[in-house]
């Protein structure tokens, strides 16, 4: 069992920026990975970026080089940095941790709200 604490959401203006983080109590190691999401009503949960234990990191196309993902130095929390945020940024934001065997281990989402 992997929990999870979130925190960082919120309101803030079309252009500003959120820090959202990700607190986990393990740290990642081998294959394990750490990932941010987030979902409207009604779609399916998206996959925004993803970290591994390496540090290496992959972007979903609609964030690239506005988000970026890192880790602290002892990998157990995972940071995501919003940058120029659009109003169709609004959504919950979910933390997932993935072990190395592929069990999937979500925190409890945050809302970040994007006026314009």
């Known amino acids: 069992q992997v929990q999870l604490v979130e925190s960082g959401g919120g309101l803030v203006q079309a252009g500003g920026s959120l820090r959202l983080s990700c607190a986990a109590d393990?740290?990642?190691?081998?294959?394990?990975?750490m990932a941010w999401y987030r979902q409207v009503p009604g779609k399916q949960r998206e996959l925004l970026a993803r970290?591994?234990?390496?540090?290496?990191?992959n972007y979903a196309d609609s964030v690239k080089g506005r988000f970026t993902i890192s880790s602290n130095n002892a990998k157990n929390t995972v940071n995501l940095q919003m940058n120029s945020l659009k109003p169709e940024d609004t959504a919950v934001y979910y933390c997932?941790?993935?072990?190395?065997?592929?069990?999937?281990?979500w925190g409890q989402g945050t809302q970040v709200t994007v006026s314009s």
């Open positions: 997932l941790y993935r072990t190395w065997d592929q069990y999937d281990y």
């Open positions: 970290i591994g234990s390496s540090g290496s990191t």
């Open positions: 393990r740290s990642l190691f081998n294959e394990d990975t």
